[in-house]
């Protein structure tokens, strides 16, 4: 009898969902040295061995594999090393993060995560781009290979080489987040079929794609907690936001607070996209202050500032107020974070589905972000793309 219980508690359990270890930035960096344990949405009895469910299986090339391209694509057909199996709970978190073998269930973990987060923005699954070709997406958990790209039926990751030292991508959740944002971005607007090299489509997507890393990483209630705990509950990061940025451990939002605008970048992708994502975090700054005021936790006065020219004296006030009210009430300050990240998250996944590839323009993808927005984002949106030189000023 009791046993039979204890059955049917267990069953329940991996019915509420899978448990993993996720690390949301590299172990390497300061402060994350720790996995989280997440519980991934899916529950236990979808997953297979690999891991592997009906949307994508990861495998791991046991001798040396070239990268895919437009003449290789999926399905891996070489020698693997053996699908990795979950422990007898059927959860995936007794596999020691030192392990080798914990390569393919974190790469596994980390886009379930990301996909779990902007399937609930968006309101629905997300489709592959590929499934009349391949009905699931191949994760490679091992290249070797400096990079990691995402492209028609595939995700690959190789292994960044800096000054010698070898860290698998594997590891790597902003590596991993950025390339599903690709994915999910493709899933949504339809593969562009006729684009000039300069074309908009792919600033768009690289800026997409860092903020889908950004949001996704704020998922992480151990991430959120130390961001807000590093800096006080101040991400009023302008005139010392330079400064935040460059000592950010957290990749994300050292990419996210710059100051760039369109008239003050080049051609190349990457550095056109910033402004963009900018834009994104600025409003999602704004919109945190404004939620921190509601709760009582900030003066008013913080709404009605331009937080890019605040002067130092302006920024010490705020600095010493915001943190005596952070010590008292720290869980309202997540909150307000939270509520924040998600009205911008909610906004740019309601925006996809009516962006048409082919003819994308920043001011076109910048317009419809603000569209579909709720009042109190859309303004905010709104000055703020205006001011990065986005949209036209109103
Ligand atoms: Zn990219």
């Not at 993993?20 to 402060?31: A, K, T, Y």
């Not at 960044?160 to 030292?165: A, E, L, M, R, V």
């Not at 302006?314 to 869980?331: I, K, N, V």
Request: with cysteine; net charge negative; aromatic share 10%.
């Amino acid at each position: 009898m009791r046993l039979l219980r204890d059955e049917a508690l267990q069953s329940d359990d991996g019915r509420l969902g899978t448990r993993f270890w996720i690390f949301p930035q590299p172990p390497f960096i300061p402060g994350y040295e720790q996995p989280d344990r997440v519980w991934l949405s899916i529950p236990a009895d979808e997953i297979g061995p690999g891991p592997s469910d009906a949307t994508m299986y990861v495998v791991d090339p046991l001798f040396e594999k070239r990268p895919y391209g437009l003449d290789r694509l999926p399905p891996f057909d070489e020698p693997g090393r053996p699908p990795v199996r979950p422990g007898p709970d059927r959860h995936f978190d007794s596999i020691s993060p030192d392990a080798r073998e914990f390569l393919p269930v974190h790469a596994y973990a980390c886009v379930r995560f990301v996909l779990q987060v902007w399937q609930s923005y968006i309101g629905r699954p997300v489709r592959w781009f590929f499934d009349q070709t391949f009905p699931r997406l191949e994760i490679v958990a091992h290249v070797n290979w400096d990079n990691a790209q995402a492209g028609y039926g595939f995700l690959e990751l190789g292994i960044s080489d800096t000054d010698g030292i070898r860290r698998p991508y594997a590891l790597n959740f902003d590596t991993i987040a950025h390339e599903v944002g690709h994915l999910i971005l493709l899933s949504e607007t339809g593969v562009p079929t006729s684009l000039s090299r300069g074309a908009d489509f792919f600033v768009f997507s690289e800026a997409f794609s860092d903020i889908v890393s950004l949001i996704s990483f704020l998922h992480f209630d151990t991430a959120v907690d130390r961001l807000l705990r590093r800096t006080r509950g101040n991400l009023l990061i302008y005139n010392e936001l330079n400064r935040f940025a460059e000592t950010s451990p957290e990749t994300q939002v050292r990419l996210a607070t710059n100051f760039r605008r369109m008239s003050e970048v080049t051609g190349e992708v990457h550095d056109r996209a910033l402004p963009f994502i900018g834009a994104i975090f600025d409003t999602i700054v704004e919109l945190y202050h404004s939620e921190l005021v509601q709760r009582g936790c900030a003066d008013g006065r913080l709404l009605d500032v331009d937080l890019r020219e605040l002067d130092q004296l302006d920024f010490d006030r705020f600095r010493a107020a915001t943190a005596e009210a952070f010590q008292a009430r720290p869980l309202a300050f997540e909150q307000a974070l939270t509520a924040a990240r998600d009205a911008v998250g909610q906004a740019l996944a309601a925006s996809l589905r009516g962006l048409e590839p082919n003819t994308l323009t920043l001011a076109g993808a910048a317009h419809a972000v603000v569209a579909a927005a709720d009042v109190a984002t859309a303004p905010l949106l709104e000055i703020n793309f205006a001011w990065r030189e986005i949209i036209g000023r109103r």
